[in-house]
């Protein structure tokens, strides 16, 4: 473990108790491995399973335990119609779990996040009967400014280059509030807590995830 690991998980406990005022579960592992294994000790066999566009999602190893389990699996990757892609987000917002991450997230358990269409922000906040929220240490930040902040000018950018959209901080690196066609950044949600308790629960992981 590293120094910047070691600050880190000296924050969590913190973090926890943060977030346990705010109706929100929370966890810490030192791992991505050790994660995993709680996470699939906690759902069912057989549960209906869905997921948002998240590279720390994938890059856990979550998403390929999950195909290896005994899950109905809602795979909107697999939608190729627009129908069948209404129907797979049917599907979604009544599934038992519903794996994210986040944009940001503050060491008072706020969660921030933007996103294009909505999808993914829609499910945070109602709909799946659990969200499982999956974060690395690269995306606390101390305040909800910073966290936007981190938002405009790091992640985006950085989802912008993986989908090749065709916006200003594509060319740039650097958010310009733009209002492309290609823009991702439709919507700003702001998570200050969970209306059902424990609902929400946040995954923090010791390691650099997603962007």
């Known amino acids: 473990m590293n120094n910047l690991q070691k600050a880190f998980s000296a924050a969590a406990p913190s973090v926890i108790a943060e977030l346990k005022k705010r109706n929100m579960e929370g966890y810490y592992f030192e791992s991505c491995d050790e994660m995993v294994k709680k996470i699939l000790s906690m759902?069912?066999?057989?549960?209906?399973?869905?997921?948002?566009?998240?590279?720390?999602?994938?890059?856990?190893?979550?998403?390929?335990?999950?195909k290896e389990g005994n899950y109905q699996l809602i795979d909107r990757a697999l939608a190729v119609t627009d129908e069948e892609k209404?129907?797979?987000y049917g599907r979604t917002v009544v599934a038992d779990a519903y794996f994210m991450s986040s944009n940001a997230i503050t060491y008072d358990g706020?969660?921030?996040?933007?996103?294009?269409?909505?999808?993914?922000?829609?499910?945070?906040?109602h709909g799946p009967?659990?969200?499982?929220?999956?974060?690395?240490?690269?995306?606390?930040?101390?305040?909800?400014e910073a966290g936007i902040e981190r938002i405009r000018n790091l992640a985006s950018p950085a989802n912008v280059q993986r989908l090749d959209r065709k916006t200003p901080c594509h060319e740039t690196g650097l958010c310009a509030n733009c209002f492309s066609p290609d823009c991702i950044c439709s919507?700003?949600?702001?998570?200050r807590r969970s209306i059902l308790p424990g609902r929400i629960k946040v995954f923090m992981v010791g390691e650099n995830l997603g962007y």
């Open 43 to 66: 759902l069912p066999e057989n549960s209906s399973i869905a997921w948002g566009g998240s590279e720390s999602f994938k890059e856990s190893g979550m998403l390929a335990a999950l």
């Open 86 to 88: 209404r129907t797979l």
């Open 110 to 125: 706020i969660l921030l996040n933007i996103d294009g269409s909505g999808n993914r922000l829609a499910c945070l906040m």
């Open 129 to 144: 009967k659990e969200v499982y929220v999956i974060v690395g240490m690269n995306k606390f930040t101390k305040t909800v």
């Open 187 to 191: 919507h700003l949600v702001i998570t």
